[in-house]
């Protein structure tokens, strides 16, 4: 999808929601059917948001729809409000008030564990409905007389009351709400969530608040869910008790999939599978109770054979038949609704910018100081009273045998682990037990000797994603920014990329490019945020020898201007990078000195080659 063309998907999909009442009703679709496919593809917008971008699995979606649906039924059947939409908005409003509730507990965890609280608290509300709260939500009863909504114009009365002026409203709703959502997939927030979906500790590491992102993107989904909620009470002119029910969160889970997640359009499409087929499996082929073991048989092939659901696989076919020849894009949800991050460089400047400098009072002296830095992981002494300074400007070299302690102490100055003791100290600030998202937007940050690269992203939306931590901080709710305005974003990018020397692969997804690149790109992540003090963990390491000598020179250029850490076994290029080394040694420091000393130094000799004595490789 042309990202020079945003607003095209929004038109094409407007056109196709005049098109459907002269289209489907021939391929056996009825007006209910249709009017129920918007209100599940309304919901499963906000789900696609939370589970197709995020990567966070709710099986508890259905505790919302509910809370919205019941709520705006309840205002307009026994508060006496009159206000339909008012009604349903506020329904909206106070599902996203429980989403943000039920988020700070459910988000504490990941995975299964959070995927399992959103199973137990459908399961609350569920009960919640039917028994404490019985008397406003009416139970097993529901709450009819939902009134239909009528707006007075002045000159002319709208009355939605008919299956297609319903339609007509609800294809309103459902383009709203779809032009919302694909603000939030383009703004900066929208390619954070990518991020954390792919690999949520490096987005971490890079300085954004993961926890303040997914807890957004639970808020969103939760409103999507309870503004579908109102909309089906006042479609069907009844709010129904089983839109709490587990089975709503199921199919809506079942409809993505079937759909394609990340895509937005994936539950539209899933739920006009679903509905048609339930139908025609009661209705027309009249399979009474074994419709749902044909309809679960037909859920499985699809999900088997389409693996990125129908929209995620029409996308795939049609960039196969215009890209032929071009290597295959892999999944990316960005296909169809581009996101944020595949819009950054579109208008980058190819000429590269200075590096930008964060503000820092010290420009001499020490910028990190280490004192008594232990670190025992249960009777395993990783780090033993390690006293390390390093000053501005300087390029350091760790080296030490394996299992010496390198990384562990790269992790407890980077704070990604705890020390069991000692103190860090950072541009005069004591960092000690800090979290890695905050010594980031400090200036601190390091490249991992295990690439954590966002692998279905491409070369520039990794960096894109680096930049933005320095850019905009820890935390900003710019939910409806388009990326393009973020002034000097992609100048940031297109300067890291030439840093890197990955201009030629700006658009090559992470998992075409060879190992040597992806190195690259592993520093470049840590490049793009602008670290003040920069830690490359191993970044020789797995090289082919031309790809060391490239990276070896390329070490050289960034450290010209910065303040660098490098830990690598490759000691002929790490004596000719750094001017002075530290030697790790069973977790302690064994010795500190030049190239020239370390490489004639008998206890570095000793520790290396066993009591061996002779020169060092
Ligand atoms: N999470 C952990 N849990 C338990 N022990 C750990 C953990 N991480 C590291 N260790 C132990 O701490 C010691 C130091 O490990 P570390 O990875 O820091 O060494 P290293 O010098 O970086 O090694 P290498 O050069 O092989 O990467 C090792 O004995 C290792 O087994």
């Known amino acids: 999808m042309s990202t020079r063309r945003p607003l095209l998907v929004e038109a094409l999909t407007a056109a196709a929601l005049v098109a459907v009442p002269f289209v489907l009703p021939h391929l056996g679709f009825s007006p209910t059917t249709i009017n129920r496919i918007l209100i599940w593809g309304l919901f499963g917008l906000g789900f696609d948001i939370l589970f197709g971008y995020t990567g966070l699995l709710s099986f508890g979606q259905s505790a919302f729809y509910g809370t919205g649906g019941m709520f705006a039924a309840y205002l307009l059947t026994e508060a006496g409000f009159s206000y339909v939409m008012t009604a349903i908005v506020v329904g909206a409003l106070v599902a996203g008030v429980v989403g943000y509730l039920v988020g700070l507990i459910a988000l504490r965890r990941t995975g299964i564990y959070f995927a399992m609280i959103t199973v137990a608290i459908a399961e609350v509300f569920f009960f919640v409905e039917f028994n404490p709260l019985s008397d406003y939500t009416g139970g097993e009863n529901g709450l009819p007389g939902v009134p239909t909504p009528s707006f007075n114009l002045g000159f002319t009365m709208l009355n939605f009351s008919t299956d297609w002026s319903m339609y007509a409203f609800l294809a309103f709703w ?124 037909v859920f ?91 000053d501005h400007g300087e390029m350091r070299g760790i080296i030490g ?30 960092i000690t037990g800090m979290r890695v998202t905050d010594v980031c937007q400090l200036g601190l940050t390091k490249s991992y000797q295990i690439n954590q690269l966002f692998e279905r992203l491409t070369v520039r939306q990794n960096l894109t994603i680096a930049a933005l931590g320095e850019i905009r901080g820890r935390f900003r709710l710019d939910l409806f920014r388009n990326i393009r305005n973020i002034p000097d974003l992609a100048e940031q990018v297109e300067h890291t990329l030439a840093l890197v020397n990955l201009t030629g692969r700006p658009d090559t997804p992470v998992s075409e490019l060879a190992y040597g690149e992806k190195r690259r790109l592993e520093i470049g992540l840590a490049l793009a945020t602008s670290p003040t003090l920069l830690l490359l963990d191993e970044p020789l390491a797995g090289m082919s020898p031309p790809e060391r000598i490239e990276t070896v020179a390329l070490l050289k250029s960034i450290a010209r201007g910065r303040t660098v850490i490098i830990i690598d076994h490759d000691m002929d290029s790490l004596f000719e990078l750094v001017e002075k080394i530290t030697v790790l040694q069973e977790g302690r420091v064994l010795v500190e000195g030049t190239p020239d000393e370390i490489r004639n130094n008998p206890r570095v000799q000793e520790a290396y080659l066993g009591g061996v004595h002779g020169v060092m490789a």
Not at 355 to 376: F, N, W, Y
């Open 300 to 390: 499985v092939l699809l999900v088997c054979f389409l693996r990125r659901g129908i929209v995620g696989s029409a996308v795939d076919l049609y960039r196969l038949t215009t890209h032929r020849g071009k290597p295959a894009k892999p999944i990316e949800a960005s296909s169809v609704a581009p996101t944020a991050i595949s819009i950054a460089g579109a208008s980058a400047a190819a000429a590269p910018m200075p590096a930008r400098k964060r503000p820092t009072d010290h420009v001499s002296g020490a910028i990190l100081q280490a004192k008594g830095l232990t670190k025992h992981y249960g009777g395993v002494v990783a780090n033993s009273d390690i006293d390390f300074t390093v």
């Open 401 to 430: 045998p394996n299992g010496a302690g390198k990384t562990t102490f790269f992790k407890m100055l980077t704070c990604e682990v705890p020390p069991t003791s000692g103190k860090i100290v950072f541009e005069g600030q004591d």
């Open 174 to 297: 459902y383009l709203v709400g779809l032009v919302i959502a694909l603000r939030i997939v383009r703004s900066p927030v929208g390619a954070i969530l990518s991020a954390i979906r792919d690999n949520p500790l490096r987005a971490a590491a890079l300085g954004h608040n993961i926890h303040g992102y997914k807890l957004t993107a639970f808020v969103v989904a939760a409103i999507y869910a309870g503004f579908a909620g109102g909309l089906l009470g006042v479609m069907q002119g009844f709010m129904p008790p089983d839109a709490f029910m587990f089975d709503t969160s199921g199919q809506l889970i079942m409809q993505t999939a079937i759909g394609g997640a990340g895509t937005l359009f994936g539950p539209l499409v899933g739920a006009a599978v679903w509905l048609y087929l339930s139908d025609f499996f009661q209705n027309t082929l009249h399979l009474g109770a074994t419709w749902k073991l044909v309809l679960g048989t």
